[in-house]
């Protein structure tokens, strides 16, 4: 009887509801505001990939903390990383995160290995990237 209750005074809600879609995910455009929002400490929360080497690595984290700060030049970022993968602790110090303002994009090499990443519309405290790999997409979620 509960559940036909509540069946009959959702149905008119349910029916007037937009439709559910699947929009493609936006992207930040990149300005002095948006880069001044990357600076300072984020905890990372989770992520997600279909890249083999990723998943792996995805397995092993068990926490992960990581900075940015200005870096000597306006197109750049200082990164420093530290994380827990299983039982071991890895710390990289400043490292650079490279901002091409014509894409709005954050791009990182390490070990001749090249990273880019986009920034999703997200409140102020979190940090969604959008990890570009044509061929494997990824998501990061990380909160200050």
Not at 78 to 85: H, Q, S, V
Not at 86 to 108: A, F, G, M, P, Q
Request: include cysteine; charged fraction near 15%; hydrophobic fraction near 45%.
């Amino acid at each position: 009887m509960l559940v036909t209750l509540a069946l009959l005074l959702g149905l008119p809600l349910a029916l007037t509801a937009e439709p559910l879609t699947c929009a493609p995910l936006t992207t930040v455009t990149f300005d002095n505001a948006t880069i001044h929002g990357l600076l300072g400490e984020w905890i990372y929360i989770a992520g997600a990939s279909r890249n083999p080497p990723d998943l792996a690595e995805l397995k092993e984290v068990k926490y992960a903390a990581f900075s940015f700060s200005p870096g000597s030049h306006k197109d750049e970022l200082n990164a420093t990383e530290i994380m827990r993968l299983n039982e071991t602790c890895v710390e990289r110090n400043t490292t650079k995160i490279l901002i091409l303002w014509h894409n709005s994009t954050l791009v990182h090499v390490s070990d001749q290995v090249l990273s880019m990443a986009e920034l999703i519309p997200s409140d102020k405290d979190l940090l969604i990237m959008k990890h570009v790999n044509a061929n494997f997409p990824s998501l990061s979620l990380s909160g200050e």
